[in-house]
T-cell receptor
Framework: QKEVEQDPGPLSVPEGAIVSLNCTYS??????FMWYRQYSRKGPELLMY????GNKEDGRFTAQVDKSSKYISLFIRDSQPSDSATYLC????????????FGKGTKLSVKP | DAGVTQSPTHLIKTRGQQVTLRCSPK?????VSWYQQALGQGPQFIFQ???????QRGNFPDRFSGHQFPNYSSELNVNALLLGDSALYLC????????????FGSGTRLTVV
């Protein structure tokens, strides 16, 4: 079993739709949970991070972490064509542990 | 303010050859981490350099080695290239050793033929 599982999609939605992206994980030592966005031929850029369980909202984006179920989600409201990208979940044990464990990424396409 | 700069952007090498990839961190960052991203996969951690030393290493063979210079820039070296080493190599810089606050470069696309 991989440490982090993420459905690679692809996922295609109409503009304005609510998008739900998810990851599951197996290592209960993970404390930091992140979502990165990666455009084609670019490096990943951090969208949001959450420490431990709970919700975090930033504009149209909401991140949720359920440590009891080892399940994290990213919701995108009022999706835009500019949101079309690959979304990667990533996790870390925190502290001085410098390595991130990434999911495979979900490729999202938002159609006008 | 320049972000993370990687060179070259693309590279084609033959099996068995050696390659060196370069990374200049974002201004103010002192730590450099390297990741390998195969096609259709998420990035995988190779190693992290801080204070010119390799501090953490992922599950990669000794063919992968690196260096960090006093100006915090870094090199990734791969010896005896295999076809399976074809990937996007990403450099991420940060302040300190933690995994928060990463800024990624756009990567070097390495193709091994």
């Amino acid at each position: 079993q991989k440490e982090v599982e993420q459905d690679p999609g692809p996922l295609s939605v109409p503009e304005g739709a609510i998008v739900s992206l998810n990851c599951t994980y197996s290592n209960s030592a993970f404390q930091y949970f992140m979502w990165y966005r990666q455009y084609s031929r670019k490096g990943p850029e951090l969208l949001m991070y959450t420490y431990s369980s709970g919700n975090k909202e930033d504009g149209r984006f909401t991140a949720q972490v359920d440590k009891s179920s080892k399940y994290i989600s990213l919701f995108i409201r009022d999706s835009q064509p500019s949101d079309s990208a690959t979304y990667l979940c990533a996790m870390s044990r925190g502290g001085s542990q410098g390595n991130l464990i990434f999911g495979k990424g979900t490729k999202l396409s938002v159609k006008p | 303010d320049a972000g993370v700069t990687q060179s070259p952007t693309h590279l084609i090498k033959t099996r068995g050859q050696q390659v060196t990839l370069r990374c200049s961190p974002k201004s103010g960052h002192d730590t450099v981490s390297w990741y390998q991203q195969a096609l259709g996969q998420g990035p995988q951690f190779i190693f992290q350099y801080y204070e010119e030393e390799e501090r953490q290493r992922g599950n990669f063979p000794d063919r992968f080695s690196g260096h960090q210079f006093p100006n915090y820039s870094s090199e990734l070296n791969v010896n005896a290239l295999l076809l399976g080493d074809s990937a996007l190599y990403l450099c991420a810089s940060s302040s300190g050793q933690g995994a928060l606050g990463y800024t990624f470069g756009s990567g070097t696309r390495l193709t091994v033929v």
